[in-house]
């Protein structure tokens, strides 16, 4: 199971931190990911992050401003979302890729970020 938390109401030009962790007994991993949805949009990837590897990706529209992050030792993964912007608004989920997946396929409930101009 997943707990995303650390969503809030920011202003415009302000960071947010965002955590996934995961409880009740950890699964393999290989990326561990961050998306989000807009009502009415489809879910979009944000970023991910390879948990043995460390290896980032993200997004063109989050590149330079979001960064992910992982403790292994926690289980838990971090999205640093700095210089947000209106457009960043949206309910955020995590959620993990395990080996031998293509897809994402663990995913947690969503924490939702507003963003104010």
């Known amino acids: 199971q997943l707990q995303a938390s650390g969503g809030g109401l920011v202003q415009t030009g302000e960071s947010l931190r965002l955590s996934c962790a995961a409880s009740?007994?950890?699964?393999?991993?290989?990326?561990m990911g961050w998306f989000r949805q807009v009502p009415g949009k489809e879910r979009e990837f944000v970023a991910r992050?390879?948990?043995?590897?460390?290896?980032?990706s993200y997004a063109d529209s989050v590149k330079g401003r979001f960064t992910i992050s992982r403790d292994s030792a926690r289980h838990t993964s971090y999205l640093q979302m700095s210089s947000l912007r209106p457009e960043d608004t949206a309910v955020y989920y995590c959620?993990?890729?395990?080996?031998?997946?293509?897809?994402?396929?663990?995913w947690g409930q969503g924490t939702q970020v507003t963003v104010s101009s």
């Open positions: 009740g007994g950890t699964v393999p991993t290989l990326h």
């Open positions: 959620a993990v890729q395990r080996p031998g997946r293509d897809d994402f396929s663990i």
């Open positions: 992050i390879g948990w043995i590897s460390g290896i980032a």
